[in-house]
């Protein structure tokens, strides 16, 4: 939420002056995000300020509850008042209009089923080192789940994949690239657009494949990356926000494989987070936790720091590991490695 402490504020939490409440009212405050968009009310304020009689009568709902809810949402910094008319804060028009191409309305669903279903598990997933609930299990069964979370994972994507296609180096001459569970594809349309030679097979579950992007140089392919065959002859290997997902033996599994269905001198691009290259400050740090605790409980993975990654890289054959962080990618940093070309000598 788009809110901050101001000094005193601040000092009071410091000094433990008032209990934390913020981590019992963040839950509500996702709830009133949720139902905020869902009733319509960032899109009716797209256009002019409303007071909350006039939004109300719009939107076809109890006027006094309405300004219950706009006073929440101005309180957090999701709108602004003045002379009794809300307007959007730079935050909701950027993240939570849905005509904004940053919108991130439609993945919404996704974090209000998370929060209701997956966190509440922490416990026993703590008790037993395991998530309870397998969460691509559950996509399975829940079409509307697995669309909300395939739209937020194609937001972040859109925003990100201009940016990340100028940083990944596509060798001279590469025909194939195969993006292993790259879902929407987006990542892999961004490199056809800057490589009119290359052609994309996504690699994906059958359900995240049902909102891919439509490409004539894109081929989508329903599998499992752990256990089909990935084929070979490949010159670029996308994996992007996948390894956080799996355990140390099923990443150390994948990128062998991975390894040999890449051509000599093939690039493999590792996109996700990485924990040990962070912006500094407290709250980046709790949120890298927050994000550790959420791979665990819902797919027993874990973030993993760009120096673990290079390891497994460099352990599962890969050579000449770098680190890039694509400016205009925040939360999508890459580390690039090769496979030995057939003329140079093995290295352990
Ligand atoms: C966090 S999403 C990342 C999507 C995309 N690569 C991106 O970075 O935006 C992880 C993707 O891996 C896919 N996935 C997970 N397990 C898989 C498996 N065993 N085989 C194929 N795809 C899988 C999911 O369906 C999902 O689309």
């Known amino acids: 939420m788009p809110l901050f402490y101001n000094v005193i504020e601040a000092a009071a939490h410091r000094l433990s002056i008032v209990p934390p409440m913020f981590d019992y009212f963040g839950a509500l405050a996702l709830h009133a995000l949720v139902a905020a968009a869902r009733l319509g009310v960032f899109d009716a304020l797209r256009e002019r300020p409303l007071t909350e009689r006039e939004l109300a ?100 994507a859109r925003r990100q994949a201009p940016a990340v296609a100028r940083a990944v180096p596509v060798p001279s001459g590469a025909r194939r690239m195969l993006d292993v569970g790259g879902g929407h594809g987006l990542f892999s349309v961004a490199l056809l657009r800057r490589h009119p030679a290359l052609r994309a097979t996504v690699i994906d579950l059958p359900q995240a494949l049902r909102a891919a992007a439509d490409h004539p140089r894109l081929t989508p392919r329903a599998g499992s990356f752990l256990e089909d065959d990935l084929g070979d002859g490949y010159d670029v290997v996308l994996l992007f926000n996948v390894v956080h997902g799996l355990t140390d033996d099923e990443t150390a599994a994948l990128l062998r494989r991975l390894a040999a269905a890449l051509n000599p001198g093939g690039t493999l691009v590792v996109g996700d987070q990485f924990g040990d290259s ?23 993975g874990k973030v993993r720091g760009r120096r673990e990654i290079a390891a497994l890289l460099r352990a599962a054959g890969f050579r000449d590991v770098r680190h890039r962080r694509p400016l205009r990618s925040p939360v999508t940093e890459l580390a690039v490695a090769r496979t030995p070309s057939r003329s140079a000598p093995r290295r352990a």
């Open 278 to 300: 962070l912006m500094p400050g407290r709250a980046s740090r709790a949120l890298l936790h927050l994000l550790d605790l959420n791979y665990l409980v819902a797919v027993g």
């Open 57 to 156: 009568a719009a939107l076809g709902v109890d006027p006094v509850a309405t300004g219950v809810l706009l006073r929440t949402l101005a309180g957090l910094g999701y709108l602004r008042v003045r002379g009794g008319r809300y307007r959007l804060s730079r935050a909701a028009r950027l993240w939570f209009t849905t005509g904004s191409p940053t919108s991130l309305v439609a993945g919404l669903e996704f974090w209000e089923r998370t929060a209701c279903v997956i966190w509440p598990e922490i416990e026993r997933a703590v008790r037993g080192g395991a998530p309870v609930t397998p969460f691509y299990a559950l996509l399975e069964g829940d079409p509307a789940l697995s669309r909300s979370f395939q739209a937020w994972t194609a937001a972040l």
